[in-house]
């Protein structure tokens, strides 16, 4: 099916690599208008330059989430660009790297430098992106009666169930009560707020390696985790969240959607 995004405008944070990437790419392929937002502006042009044939409808810019005003600068560069803003996709998300043959860091091991970044870009990130998309949503005239609009976060399944490090787990579950609780907020505004919980994946995230000569090994091994045996790609984030941003969804708000080979159901029992 094509065209589950024709003529939307968004804005997809995070743009530059992994699901971000996979995001400006098959949205594009689904007709959406987009700001690719990265903080490395080289890779989101990079994924730009990866969406082809699509490459007119897609735009690449700056943006540091942990600073409201270069989201804003992103959302009115949507605006300015494309007419409007219809979804906001609240990508980007960092961790602190693990120690290198030993691998995640303890509680008690963490920098605080280190926890304010991973807290400033994993929970402050999507709030300002949640915040200046309300604000555009309102501009455009949001009441409930036809106008609204779409915020899509990426949570983690590390914020549903213990999973991975600490500190990362802890934002991740702050973006899922955001998802909730803002869901609700908006509402009568036809605002929709939904998120996608990816479990393992092979990204740059935690200073992982896609390009790695080990690539089957370690996909194999995050594959172990997942009922259905095989790790998740970028490409199915991206594809649950694009339903989400979609019409398709129309009736789906508050909803926290695991895309994790079936981790969070339960485990196997017995042979």
Same mark, same amino acid.
């Given at each position: 099916?094509?065209?589950?995004?024709?003529?939307?405008?968004?804005?997809?944070?995070?743009?530059?690599?992994?699901?971000?990437?996979?995001?400006?790419?098959?949205?594009?392929?689904?007709?959406?208008?987009?700001?690719?937002?990265?903080?490395?502006?080289?890779?989101?042009?990079?994924?730009?330059?990866?969406?082809?044939?699509?490459?007119?409808?897609?735009?690449?810019?700056?943006?540091?989430?942990?600073?409201?005003?270069?989201?804003?600068?992103?959302?009115?560069?949507?605006?300015?660009?494309?007419?409007?803003?219809?979804?906001?996709?609240?990508?980007?998300?960092?961790?602190?790297?693990?120690?290198? =043959?030993?691998?995640?860091?303890?509680? *008690?091991? $963490?920098?605080?430098?280190?926890?304010?970044? #991973?807290? !400033?870009? +994993? @929970?402050?990130?999507?709030?300002?992106?949640?915040?200046?998309?309300?604000?555009?949503?309102?501009?455009?005239?949001?009441?409930?009666?036809?106008?609204?609009?779409?915020?899509?976060?990426?949570?983690?399944?590390?914020?549903?169930?213990?999973?991975?490090?600490?500190?990362? =787990?802890?934002?991740?579950?702050?973006? *899922?009560? $955001?998802?909730?609780?803002?869901?609700?907020? #908006?509402? !009568?505004? +036809? @605002?929709?707020?939904?998120?996608?919980?990816?479990?393992?994946?092979?990204?740059?995230?935690?200073?992982?390696?896609?390009?790695?000569?080990?690539?089957?090994?370690?996909?194999?091994?995050?594959?172990?985790?997942?009922?259905?045996?095989?790790?998740?790609?970028?490409?199915?984030?991206?594809?649950?969240?694009?339903?989400?941003?979609?019409?398709?969804?129309?009736?789906?708000?508050?909803?926290?959607?695991?895309?994790?080979?079936?981790?969070?159901?339960?485990?196997?029992?017995?042979?």
């Amino acid at each position: 099916m094509q065209g589950l995004l024709e003529g939307k405008v968004a804005v997809i944070t995070g743009a530059g690599s992994g699901v971000g990437r996979a995001a400006v790419r098959l949205w594009a392929e689904h007709g959406a208008k987009i700001i690719a937002a990265d903080i490395n502006l080289a890779t989101a042009e990079e994924s730009v330059a990866l969406a082809g044939a699509q490459q007119g409808q897609v735009k690449a810019v700056q943006c540091n989430v942990a600073d409201p005003d270069s989201v804003e600068a992103a959302v009115q560069l949507a605006v300015e660009t494309f007419g409007r803003l219809d979804v906001i996709y609240n990508n980007a998300g960092i961790t602190v790297n693990p120690v290198p =043959g030993v691998g995640l860091r303890k509680l *008690v091991e $963490l920098p605080h430098d280190d926890m304010r970044r #991973v807290e !400033e870009v +994993n @929970i402050n990130g999507v709030i300002f992106g949640c915040q200046s998309a309300i604000r555009q949503f309102d501009r455009q005239g949001a009441n409930g009666q036809g106008e609204g609009g779409v915020i899509v976060n990426t949570a983690s399944v590390a914020g549903m169930i213990g999973y991975g490090g600490v500190l990362y =787990g802890a934002t991740k579950g702050a973006v *899922v009560q $955001l998802t909730r609780s803002l869901a609700i907020e #908006v509402a !009568e505004k +036809n @605002i929709r707020v939904n998120a996608v919980c990816p479990a393992g994946m092979l990204t740059h995230y935690s200073g992982m390696d896609p390009d790695s000569p080990n690539r089957d090994v370690i996909l194999a091994s995050m594959g172990k985790a997942h009922p259905l045996g095989r790790s998740i790609d970028p490409a199915d984030t991206a594809g649950a969240a694009m339903f989400l941003a979609s019409d398709l969804a129309s009736n789906i708000t508050g909803v926290n959607l695991p895309v994790d080979g079936g981790l969070t159901a339960g485990r196997k029992v017995g042979g």
